[in-house]
């Protein structure tokens, strides 16, 4: 599934190719209560990475406290332009209300978040109206899915600013909902010097 990146894409890249990942889950009711705080362990993993920015959206990954798991979802790149997809699962055995948008950040190899600046997009076109057009509110039912997109360019056009490139994308489901720390499909978030990301609203993943 790239529900995600083609939302992305239909605001102006062509598509050169996307990867996808279904999960299912158990199913439950009552309200689901979001976990205060995002509990990570101290201390670095075999790689060197901190185990609090190690990629928690893999496959067969546990079912976070919070009952959503955060997942990339596909990627695509043309002509300076790229674009990810991030997938929202409700992993859990409750429903879960979400609304908006993720809050995302760009972490560096050693989990620094980076200087870079989050627009809001509607997944129209357009941009300048700060994504009201997609902001709504809607419930996952245990098993269903949620997609938004992260995108920017590669573009380069001074030479005294350096290029910014991130490793991992720090994701919040909402407000409430601890973050989790995925690694994005098709490589590095190569930003050039434009230092912008931006992000789509989430909507109901299709399939």
Known sequence: MCAAVAAVLAIGATTVGCDAADDGAAEGAGPATASPSGA?????????????????GAVGAPCP???????????????????????????GTRPFEVSGYPEVEVLDGDGEALDVT??????TGDASDGGAEGRSTFTLKPGERAAAGVQ?????TRSDIP???????????????????????????????????????WKRADG
């Open 65 to 91: 406290e919070s009952g959503v798991r955060v997942s990339p979802d596909g990627a695509s790149a043309a002509l300076g332009w790229r674009a990810v997809g991030v997938e929202l699962e409700n992993c």
């Open 40 to 56: 990570a362990s101290d201390g670095a993993g075999p790689d060197g990475v901190s185990a609090e920015v190690r990629p928690s």
């Open 152 to 156: 920017w360019r590669n573009t380069v």
């Open 163 to 201: 290029a910014t490139e991130g490793t991992f994308l720090r994701v919040r489901p909402g407000p409430g909902t601890p973050p989790q720390t995925i690694t994005p499909e098709g490589g590095p978030v190569d930003l050039g010097n434009t230092g912008t990301v931006e992000v789509t609203p």
């Open 118 to 123: 989050t627009r809001l997009g509607g997944g």
